[in-house]
Nanobody, 120 residues
Framework: QVQLVESGGGLVQPGGSLRLSCAAS????????MGWYRQAPGKERELVAV???????NYADSVKGRFTISRNSAKNSVYLQMNSLEPEDTAVYYC??????????????WGQGTQVTVSS
């Protein structure tokens, strides 16, 4: 079993900041990339940011310069610092991790999602 548990969502005013956290636990041999996706009502899920186990990062154009992804490999955790939030950032944010489990190979795992609402 593998679990990804997110925290840190909530309601914030435009221009505000939030920090999302995600921790992976369970039967884990290694973790490759970790990332954040989001899905707004009526829209498809989209990539927000991803970080490899080597520390390389990639961001959606819409969040570049405002969001920062980081990870703590010792804690199997990934974080998303979101600054200068805009109403368009309102969505359910999902944590994703590509995890290799003992004897089971590598697969993608998802968290349950955390709501981020940007509104005045």
């Amino acid at each position: 079993q593998v679990q990804l548990v997110e925290s840190g969502g909530g309601l914030v005013q435009p221009g505000g900041s939030l920090r999302l956290s995600c921790a992976a636990s369970g039967s884990i041999f290694s973790i490759n990339a970790m990332g954040w996706y989001r899905q707004a009502p009526g829209k498809e899920r989209e990539l927000v940011a991803v970080i490899t186990n080597g520390g390389s990062t990639n961001y959606a154009d819409s969040v570049k310069g405002r969001f920062t992804i980081s990870r703590n490999s010792a804690k199997n955790s990934v974080y998303l610092q979101m600054n200068s939030l805009e109403p368009e950032d309102t969505a359910v944010y999902y944590c994703n991790a590509r995890i290799r489990r003992p004897f089971l190979g590598e697969n993608d795992y998802w968290g349950q999602g955390t709501q981020v609402t940007v509104s005045s």
